[in-house]
């Protein structure tokens, strides 16, 4: 079992920086691949990066790619998405999730979320 919490959204201006942070509990968290998702008012959850669970491989929507980085830290058993040049339409409720396959885009792939931090970038 994996507990994820995530931390770190905000009301932010277009432009910005964020950094998001998702916090596992167990032992077992460098065992399994992470991913950040999004999910807008309205709309479905959509993919946004992942990670493997070494940390080599990532990747990336290309609604993101170039200004979103992920990264995790396993010794701190914590998952990072770092955003920048923040845009109005990156405005959601932003999950993490864990599954012991290879990192995905397909959120069916993840077998533990997190409950959420929502990030709101105005205009």
């Known amino acids: 079992q994996v507990q994820l919490v995530e931390s770190g959204g905000g009301l932010v201006q277009a432009g910005d920086s964020l950094r998001l942070s998702c916090a596992a509990s167990?032992?077992?968290?460098?065992?399994?691949?992470m991913g950040w998702f999004r999910q807008a008012p309205g709309k479905e959850r959509e993919f946004v990066a992942a990670?493997?669970?070494?940390?080599?491989?990532?990747y990336y929507a290309d609604s993101v790619r170039g200004r979103f980085t992920i990264s995790r830290d396993n010794a701190k058993n914590t998952v990072y998405l770092q955003m920048s040049s923040l845009k109005p339409e990156d405005t959601a409720v932003y999950y993490c999730?864990?599954?012991?396959?290879?990192?995905?885009?397909?959120?069916?792939?993840?077998?533990?979320w997190g409950q959420g931090t929502q990030v709101t970038v105005s205009s």
């Open positions: 990670i493997s669970w070494s940390g080599y491989t990532t």
């Open positions: 999730a864990a599954g012991k396959g290879p990192p995905s885009g397909w959120r069916y792939e993840y077998d533990y």
């Open positions: 167990g032992r077992t968290f460098s065992s399994y691949a």
